[in-house]
C-alpha cells in the first residue's frame, strides 16, 4: 500500500494563488488519477478536480490540478482566493485493490 | 436529484455489531460501484470499503478487513455496511459514496456517526 502525505495547512489571503501538495509515498503518481476533494466544516465531501485535471461542472475555472512525475506529487492550485474557499481539501488516489486519502490539508484564507 | 441516505449509527460497546444502510435515489443504483468512507472526529478521510456494481467484487481497507463486510440489494436500491468486532478507533462518521463517470466520489451522503464505547 502508499501513503499520499499533504501538508497540514496553509494560509493566504484573499486574491492571492496557493497552492496544496499531495505526495505519493511508492509506485508513480501518474499510475492511477488523483482526485481532490473539499469538504467544508459540518459538510460531506465535493469533488473539485478529478482525473488529475477535470474540474467538475460547477466548479470554477481558479481550481486547478496537475501531477509531476520528478516529485511523484500532484498539487491542487486555487486562484483569486475567496473566504469561501477556507476549507479542507483531500487529495485521492487508488492502486489495484484499495483507495487512498491524503491527510488533508487546511486552508484559511485570511 | 441523486441522493445518498445512510442511517444506522449509534452507540455500541465494543466488540458489538452494527449494520449500516445508504439508501439511493435519483439515478440508477444498479449500474454505480459504491464506497464507504469514515471520518473520525476531527481528523481526516479514510476510505473503508468498495463494491463493484453488481456485488461481485469487493475489496477492504486493512484495519477492516475480516470485522467489516459491505453488500448491496439492487432491487431495493440499497447499500450496506455490517460491522462486527467493533472497537473504540472504529469511532467515526461514515458516508457512503457513488463512484461517478470521472472514478471520483462524485455523491456522498450526509453521513451517519458510529460511536464505539462503553
Known amino acids: 500500500n502508499f501513503m499520499l502525505t499533504q501538508p497540514h495547512s496553509v494560509s493566504e489571503s484573499p486574491g492571492k494563488t496557493v497552492t496544496i501538495s499531495c505526495t505519493r509515498s511508492?509506485?508513480?503518481?501518474?499510475?492511477?488519477?488523483v482526485q481532490w476533494y473539499q469538504q467544508r466544516p459540518g459538510s460531506s465531501p465535493t469533488t473539485v478536480i478529478y482525473?488529475?485535471?477535470?474540474?467538475p461542472s460547477g466548479v470554477p475555472d481558479r481550481f486547478s490540478g496537475s501531477i509531476d512525475s520528478s516529485s511523484n506529487s500532484a498539487s491542487l492550485t486555487i486562484s483569486g482566493l475567496k473566504t469561501e474557499d477556507e476549507a479542507d481539501y483531500y487529495c485521492?488516489?487508488?492502486?489495484?485493490?484499495?483507495?487512498?486519502f491524503g491527510g488533508g490539508t487546511k486552508l484559511t484564507v485570511l | 436529484e441523486v441522493q445518498l441516505v445512510e442511517s444506522g449509527g449509534g452507540l455500541v460497546q465494543p466488540g458489538g455489531s452494527l449494520r449500516l444502510s445508504c439508501a439511493a435515489s435519483g439515478f440508477t443504483f444498479s449500474s454505480y460501484w459504491m464506497h464507504w468512507v469514515r471520518q473520525a472526529p476531527g481528523k481526516g478521510l479514510v476510505w473503508v470499503s468498495r463494491?463493484?456494481?453488481?456485488?461481485?467484487?469487493?475489496s477492504y481497507a486493512d484495519s477492516v478487513k475480516g470485522r467489516f463486510t459491505i453488500s448491496r440489494d439492487n432491487a431495493k436500491n440499497t447499500l450496506y455496511l455490517q460491522m462486527n468486532s467493533l472497537r473504540a478507533e472504529d469511532t467515526a462518521v461514515y458516508y457512503c459514496?457513488?463512484?461517478?463517470?470521472?472514478?471520483?466520489?462524485?455523491?456522498w451522503g450526509q453521513g451517519t456517526l458510529v460511536t464505539v464505547s462503553s
Open positions: 482525473e488529475d485535471n477535470q474540474r
Open positions: 485521492q488516489s487508488y492502486d489495484s485493490s484499495n483507495q487512498v
Open positions: 463494491i463493484n456494481s453488481d456485488g461481485s467484487s469487493t
Open positions: 511508492s509506485g508513480s503518481i501518474a499510475s492511477n488519477y
Open positions: 459514496a457513488r463512484v461517478g463517470p470521472g472514478g471520483d466520489l462524485d455523491y
